[in-house]
């Protein structure tokens, strides 16, 4: 099945540095979304992009559908300690494809 | 709101034994998902229901795994026999749509010795 890359594979940075992710895939999508998952808990949505070329802000968190509809870019600014989890993208191909990446796994460090 | 809601959040089992993980959607939502979640292969789809139907059960491991879905409000995940293999978290979520924002449960985690 399609399948989701996603780089990079676990980050550790300095409080106050900007994060920058991406997704990619040799699919199209009609959908990217990105979740945050902290440990012990289920994943939560951050952003949601329905349309490639799309910026999406929430709060200090940007993401971006890339034009090519195959790859997705999440951006943190200034971190702090509680923005420490794993992020996930996903993929939804009108319903038909639906797929996580495995995650990039964020520390920071104080 | 309530959001999903997974019971047990832990369970530790032996080979063998039957295993039954239960979940509440978020009341409204026409769909809810199963996932599996392992270090080895990360997020996987087990299952899907809409309007209580299961529509995609293509991520089922095997045969010793069930879900089922009785009314809009619960939904189980049934494992029998369990195996150590089985090991996990256990996710479930529920949406208003097919995929896309899907809201999950605290998940359970299962371990089975």
């Known amino acids: 099945g399609q399948q989701l890359n996603q780089s990079p594979q676990s980050m550790f940075i300095q409080e106050g540095e900007d994060v920058s992710m991406n997704c990619t895939s040799s699919?199209?999508?009609?959908?990217w979304l990105w979740y945050k998952q902290d440990p012990g808990e289920g994943p939560v949505l951050l952003i949601a992009?329905?349309?490639?070329?799309e910026l999406t802000s929430n709060g200090r968190l940007t993401a971006q559908f890339g034009i090519t509809r195959k790859d997705s870019f999440l951006n943190i600014s200034a971190s702090i300690p509680s923005d420490v989890g794993i992020y996930f993208c996903?993929?939804?191909?009108?319903?038909?494809?639906?797929?996580f990446g495995p995650g990039t796994r964020l520390s920071v460090l104080p | 709101d309530a959001g999903v809601i997974q019971s047990p959040r832990h369970e530790v089992t032996e080979m063998g034994q039957e295993v039954t993980l239960r979940c509440k959607p978020i009341?409204?939502?026409?769909?809810l998902f199963w996932y599996r979640q392992t270090m080895m292969r990360g997020l996987e789809l087990l299952i899907y229901?809409?309007?209580?139907?299961?529509?995609?059960d293509s991520g089922m491991p095997e045969d010793r795994f069930s879900a089922k879905m009785p009314n809009a409000s619960f939904s189980t995940l049934k494992i029998q026999p369990s195996e150590p293999r089985d090991s996990a978290v256990y996710f479930c979520?529920?949406?208003?749509?097919?995929?896309?924002?899907?809201?999950f449960g605290e998940g359970s985690r299962l371990t089975v010795l």
């Open positions: 229901f809409n309007n209580n139907v299961p529509i995609d």
């Open positions: 979520a529920s949406s208003d749509r097919a995929f896309g924002e899907l809201f």
């Open positions: 996903a993929g939804d191909n009108y319903g038909q494809n639906f797929v």
């Open positions: 699919s199209i999508f009609n959908t």
């Open positions: 009341s409204g939502h026409d769909y």
């Open positions: 992009l329905y349309k490639a070329g």
